[in-house]
């Protein structure tokens, strides 16, 4: 069982590239999430989606869009990236919107130069 | 916004018991998560309390006070392996959760 799989685990990018991180989960969830992780910061939301076809705008969502074709893919782009967005990145899913609880992808450490 | 309060950093000795403070101040409230994350790791759930009182699992138990915005997290018979990162996280009711910054405790030998 994979759960949340999200791709590409390490990447270092020029500033101004686009950039795409995938994720897939195999967990048939409805709602999916996209947190970028900081020092001294946490977890801090940056989009999500209820449902498939549906998204909505998080924390701190400037600079990054995303998309649900459908329930197992939720892409997270970033159309032109700064160097404030070196971070890493964690998908995560959840089956109970009642409660709430996460289950988190492996990250992706993104390094904007 | 949300603004969910924790320690930045515990060190305790193995055998022994921390106890991590969250206090909380959110828009809505509909249960309140503990996380453990690992160094390079992601997060996994430890506790969920919607209500008020004790929830015991083993070595960890996580306590809720909805009155006064707080819970605690608290590992007993501390093990080097619990070493981490203690993450606090309210989900405010619209389905999203929202996290504190995290605990770093070091266990000491």
């Known amino acids: 069982i994979a759960g949340i799989t999200q791709a590409p685990t390490s990447q270092i990018l020029a500033a101004g590239r686009r950039m795409t991180l995938r994720c897939t989960q195999d967990?048939?969830?409805?709602?999916m999430y996209w947190y970028r992780q900081d020092l001294g910061l946490g977890l801090r939301l940056i989009h999500y989606?209820?449902?498939?076809?549906?998204?909505g705008k998080g924390e701190v969502p400037d600079g990054y869009s995303v998309s649900r074709a459908n329930t197992d893919d939720f892409p997270l782009t970033l159309a032109s990236a700064v160097p404030s967005q070196t971070s890493v990145y964690f998908c995560?899913?959840?089956?109970?919107?009642?409660?709430?609880?996460?289950?988190f992808g492996e990250g992706s450490r993104l390094t904007v130069l | 916004g949300q603004n969910i309060d924790q320690p930045t950093e515990m060190t305790a000795t193995e055998g022994a018991i921390v106890q991590i403070n969250c206090t909380y101040q959110?828009?809505?409230?509909?249960?309140l998560f503990w996380y453990q994350q690992h160094a390079g790791e992601a997060p996994t759930f430890l506790s969920y309390?919607?209500?008020?009182g004790l929830e015991e699992k083993g070595r960890f138990s996580s306590f809720l006070s909805r009155s006064k915005g707080y819970s605690y997290l608290l590992l007993k018979e501390l093990q080097m392996k619990d070493s981490a990162s203690y993450l606090c996280?309210?989900?405010?009711?619209?389905?999203?959760?929202?996290f504190g910054a995290g605990t770093t405790v070091t266990v000491r030998a």
């Open positions: 995560a899913s959840s089956s109970d919107t009642n409660t709430g609880e996460l289950f």
């Open positions: 967990m048939r969830h409805n709602a």
């Open positions: 989606s209820n449902t498939a076809g549906t998204t």
């Open positions: 959110t828009s809505g409230f509909n249960g």
């Open positions: 309390n919607v209500l008020d």
């Open positions: 996280a309210v989900n405010d009711g619209d389905y999203k959760l929202s």
